[in-house]
C-alpha cells in the first residue's frame, strides 16, 4: 500500500463510518480495520488524530454533494427540477441503508458543534457551499439576492431534515414528498 493508497483509504473508511455512525459511535481502530491501511499510518497522515480526520472527511462531503448538487443544478434550466433532480438522486441511497455514501454531514453537525470549534466550522462552511450552488441558480433565473439566500437556506433546512426522517423510516418517503413540495416553495 503506497503512501497517498493508505492516506486515501483510511479518509475514505472514516468519511464513511461518520456518515453512518456519526463521530462518537466511530472508533480510530474501527477505521484502520475497515481501511485495511497499517495503524501507524493514521497518525503519520492525520497527526491531529480524530478531529483532523473528522473535518477532513466533512470536507471530501462537501466537495462530493457540491459536485452532485452542481450537476443536477447545471442539467436543468428550472432550478426547482434541479433541486428535484438532486433528492431523486439522493433518495435512491435508501435502498439499503448499510451501502449509504454521500449524505451531508448532519450526524457529525448534530454530535460536535458544541464540542469542536474545528468541525463545527467544517460543517458550517459545507452547508454553505451547498447552499451558494442552489443561489446561484435561483439568481440566474431571476431570483433576487435576499430571495435567494432564503430559498437556499430553506432547501438546505428541508433536505437534511428529509434525510433524518428517511433514514428513521428506512425509505426516501420523505425526501420524496421534499422535492414534490420545491416548485411551490420556489413559486413564491
Known amino acids: 500500500m503506497s503512501y497517498g493508497d493508505s492516506r486515501e483509504k483510511i479518509l475514505s473508511a472514516a468519511t464513511r463510518l461518520f456518515q453512518l455512525q456519526g463521530y462518537y459511535g466511530t472508533g480510530l481502530n474501527q477505521i484502520i480495520k475497515e481501511s485495511g491501511a497499517p495503524k501507524g499510518s493514521l497518525y503519520y497522515h492525520f497527526p491531529g488524530g480524530k478531529e483532523q480526520l473528522a473535518i477532513e472527511a466533512v470536507n471530501e462531503m462537501k466537495e462530493y454533494i457540491r459536485q ?8 436543468c434550466t428550472d432550478p426547482a427540477e434541479g433541486i428535484q433532480a438532486f433528492l431523486k438522486e439522493l433518495s435512491c441511497q435508501f435502498s439499503c ?39 446561484e441558480k435561483l439568481r440566474q433565473t431571476g431570483c433576487s ?27 426516501s418517503t420523505p425526501l420524496l414528498h421534499i422535492s414534490s413540495c420545491i416548485p411551490d416553495l420556489l413559486k413564491r
Not at 452532485?68 to 442539467?75: H, L, Q, R, S, V
Not at 448499510?98 to 452547508?127: M, N, Q
Not at 430571495?147 to 425509505?171: C, F, H, P, W, Y
Request: aromatic letters at 4%.
Open 68 to 75: 452532485k448538487i452542481a450537476d443536477c443544478m447545471e442539467a
Open 97 to 135: 441503508t448499510e451501502d449509504i455514501e454521500g449524505l451531508p454531514v448532519g450526524l457529525l453537525a448534530a454530535e460536535t458543534s458544541l464540542k469542536s470549534e474545528p468541525l463545527r466550522e467544517a460543517c458550517h462552511e459545507a452547508y454553505k457551499e451547498w447552499a451558494s450552488v442552489y443561489e
Open 145 to 171: 439576492e435576499s430571495r435567494a439566500k432564503e430559498a437556499s437556506t430553506v432547501v438546505n433546512a428541508m433536505i437534511e431534515g428529509g434525510i433524518l426522517l428517511s433514514l428513521t423510516a428506512k425509505n
